[in-house]
């Protein structure tokens, strides 16, 4: 069955970089897109970027300058980095995957990142 | 990039009752391949989202059919037609057609 799971440190340090996987089952990278989406404590959800089925790539114009993800498909793996961390970036990181048709059919539980000044 | 406007922000209602949230989008969500990428998730207390509606009115399997999407265009609304308890949550209007995507700010359901 499809399933998601984002995996890296709970804990950052301003300044720094964050580096999170999301590792994929049940489908291939190939062929589907895989969104990254945060949400921080009691706020709303925030879309960063999106990896697409051909490894191009599009990014929140707020966090373009910080934010990158690529993949290895050959280890159904999706990879997060953003640099410059502040504790504003404090949140649930999720990953989700898209369809042609549908944005979110299925997603990771969340990794909760907290950034610490 | 493009602005989702989503009203209420907060909306109570008994268990039975009908209720609808808007969506309104700052450009057209028609995509050139004639499809509109409008998506309606639920998340509820401690979960994570689930997606309910795709392509503005069809909904996702497994989905009770009290959910309906409507809308083209700008303006998009969900409906529930007779609240039960479960469907307590926050409710995000998604566009997927103009990347960057975009979320609404959410419309918080409780039962009264």
């Known amino acids: 069955q499809v399933q998601l799971k984002e995996s890296g440190p709970v804990l950052v340090q301003a300044s720094e970089t964050l580096s999170l996987t999301c590792t994929v089952s049940g489908f291939s990278l190939t062929n589907y897109g895989v969104i990254w989406v945060r949400q921080p404590p009691g706020k709303g959800l925030e879309w960063m970027g999106i990896?697409?089925?051909?490894?191009?790539?599009d990014y929140n114009s707020a966090l373009k300058s910080r934010l990158s993800i690529n993949r290895d498909t050959s280890k159904s793996q999706v990879f997060l980095k953003m640099n410059s961390l502040q504790t504003d970036d404090t949140a649930i990181y999720y990953c989700t995957r898209i369809t042609i048709a549908a944005m979110g059919d299925y997603w990771g539980q969340g990794v909760m990142v907290t950034v610490s000044s | 990039d493009v602005v989702l406007t989503q009203t209420p922000p907060t909306l109570s209602a008994t268990i039975g009752q009908s209720v609808s949230i808007s969506c309104r989008s700052s450009?057209?969500?028609?995509?050139?391949?004639?499809?509109?990428?409008l998506n309606w998730l639920l998340q509820r207390p401690g979960q994570p989202p689930q997606l309910l509606i795709y392509l503005v009115s069809r909904l996702e399997s497994g989905v009770p059919n009290r959910f309906s999407g409507s809308g083209s265009g700008t303006d998009f609304t969900l409906k529930i037609s007779g609240v039960e308890a479960e469907d307590l949550g926050v409710y995000y209007c998604?566009?997927?057609?103009?990347?960057?995507?975009?979320f609404g700010s959410g419309t918080k359901l409780e039962i009264k």
């Open positions: 990896i697409w089925r051909n490894g191009n790539t």
């Open positions: 450009q057209s969500l028609l995509h050139s391949n004639g499809n509109t990428y």
């Open positions: 998604v566009q997927s057609t103009h990347a960057p995507f975009t």
